[in-house]
């Protein structure tokens, strides 16, 4: 039995809003998800399993029906959806509700329920989700039939307010496979038997790394499972260490050449390191206006002898300010407002 596993598609999602790509971006979650219905195609695919987020909030009819066009085109897979915390059934939804193709199964409860599927000898259990957070154990006590067929669970969650789970806690049930969704870095749990598919394209700076899906064929309750990119759009980590050594522009030239060395698909996320000096502001600046840099984090230390500047400076106004800032929380905030505010007392 041949099966594609994919999850948060994200139909309907707009990343980057405000940059130059946005427009392309906001397409691509569907040309991926149309993409991955040709595979399915393609490879004669039994069963396509979509573990939740298939949209980025509740889904518009137009939307509903473009996806149902799609699923039309493959009436060979089956394929069995469930709603995740992105896409969860509220109580007026028409996700709930629509008239999907015959092969399109959608298990709605918010308990564990099953799809039988004959034709190729599957049993898919899962639930959906019917509230934005589901903060509880789910998955744990599922009765699987034990018989010839295949056993697999669709799931949604991982973390404290997304049906938090363990890894382990599937290694002993009898399901042949654990189709996972929500968080967005695919990864292999257990080796070909519990898998986070990953968002299928990155909705996100954050999603660094690739995205795509999860093919895999089961024989005789023995897996195969491998991993398909798909590179409409990939968030690259850049890191930059700023130093009294190297001036500005040859770390900005330094990125230019970097990123245009790199395939067209790759947008950068740049990290300043080092010590904060007064060209981190300003590097940070130009740095933000090259072309397919996504974001630009400052995560520089001050090199001001913070200590020293209390002594010198008294019950001065730098002084004072230093004194009131160190008694603060020191959250990433606080400390951005004592170097910045150190730097500019001092230019004064």
């Known amino acids: ?78 394929v069995v959806i469930i709603a995740g915390s992105c896409d969860y059934l509220s109580a007026n939804s028409c996700y709930s509700s629509f008239p999907w193709e015959k092969n399109v199964h959608f298990l709605k409860e918010e308990k564990i329920d099953y799809v039988e599927l004959p034709k190729i000898q599957t049993r898919v259990y899962g639930l959906s989700y019917q509230h934005r957070e589901i903060p509880r154990s789910m998955y744990q006590g599922i009765e699987v039939k034990k018989d010839n067929f295949t056993n697999m669970l669709l799931a949604h969650g991982g973390d404290e307010k997304h049906i938090p789970f363990q890894a382990a806690d599937f290694r002993d049930m009898d399901f042949d496979y654990v189709a996972f969704g929500h968080l967005h870095k695919p990864m292999q749990l257990i080796d070909a038997k519990v898998v986070m598919a990953g968002a299928l394209q990155p909705t996100q700076s954050s999603d660094v790394g690739q995205h795509g899906y999860f093919m895999g064929e089961i024989k005789n309750h023995m897996n195969q499972v491998r991993f398909y990119p798909i590179h409409y759009c990939e968030y690259v980590p850049l890191k930059l260490k700023i130093s009294r050594e190297i001036a500005e522009d040859v770390l900005k030239k330094f990125a230019e050449d970097y990123i245009k060395k790199a395939p067209p698909y790759q947008l950068f996320c740049i990290t300043l390191t080092g010590t904060k000096g007064s060209k981190a502001h300003s590097l940070s600046r130009s740095l933000g206006k090259i072309g397919r840099v996504a974001q630009v984090l400052d995560q520089c230390q001050a090199d001001q002898d913070l200590e020293k500047l209390k002594v010198q400076y008294g019950q001065q106004i730098l002084g004072r300010y230093i004194d009131m800032l160190e008694r603060m929380p020191q959250d990433e905030i606080t400390k951005k407002a004592l170097y910045y505010g150190v730097e500019a007392l001092m230019v004064e």
Do not use: C
């Open 1 to 78: 039995m041949k099966f594609i596993h994919i999850a948060d598609v994200h139909l309907g999602a707009k990343p980057d809003k405000g940059k130059p790509w946005a427009a392309q971006r906001e397409k691509h979650s569907w040309q991926a998800f149309t993409d991955v219905v040709t595979r399915a195609k393609e490879e004669s695919a039994d069963l396509l399993l979509i573990a939740g987020n298939l949209y980025h909030r509740q889904p518009l009819l137009k939307e509903l029906k473009e996806v149902n066009r799609q699923f039309a085109r493959i009436p060979q897979t089956q």
